[in-house]
C-alpha cells in the first residue's frame, strides 16, 4: 500500500512540475511575442522617421539650388 502511494505521489509531483514548467515557457513566449510587435512598431516609426527625413533633405536641396540660381541673376544684372 505504502509503495502505490509513493508512486501516485511522484506521478502527481511530475504532472504539477510539468505543468508549472509548462506555463512558465509559454509565458515567457507571449512576453517575447509582444516585444517583437513593439520593436516592429519601432522599426515602422523609424522608416517613416527616415522618410520624413529624405523628403526634407530633397526640398532642402531644391530650396539651395533655387537659391543660388537667384543668386547668379541678381549679381549678373548687378554687373551690368
Known amino acids: 500500500m505504502e509503495i502505490a502511494f509513493i508512486i501516485v505521489a511522484g506521478l502527481t509531483l511530475m504532472t504539477i512540475f510539468a505543468s508549472g514548467f509548462d506555463y512558465l515557457g509559454k509565458r515567457k513566449l507571449k512576453v517575447s511575442k509582444d516585444m517583437e510587435n513593439r520593436v516592429q512598431a519601432l ?3 523609424i522608416q517613416l522617421m527616415e522618410s520624413e527625413l529624405s523628403l526634407k533633405n ?3 536641396e531644391q530650396l539651395d ?3 543660388s540660381f537667384l543668386n547668379k541673376l541678381i549679381e549678373d544684372k548687378s554687373k551690368k
Open 43 to 45: 522599426e515602422q516609426k
Open 65 to 67: 539650388e533655387s537659391l
Open 58 to 60: 530633397t526640398k532642402i
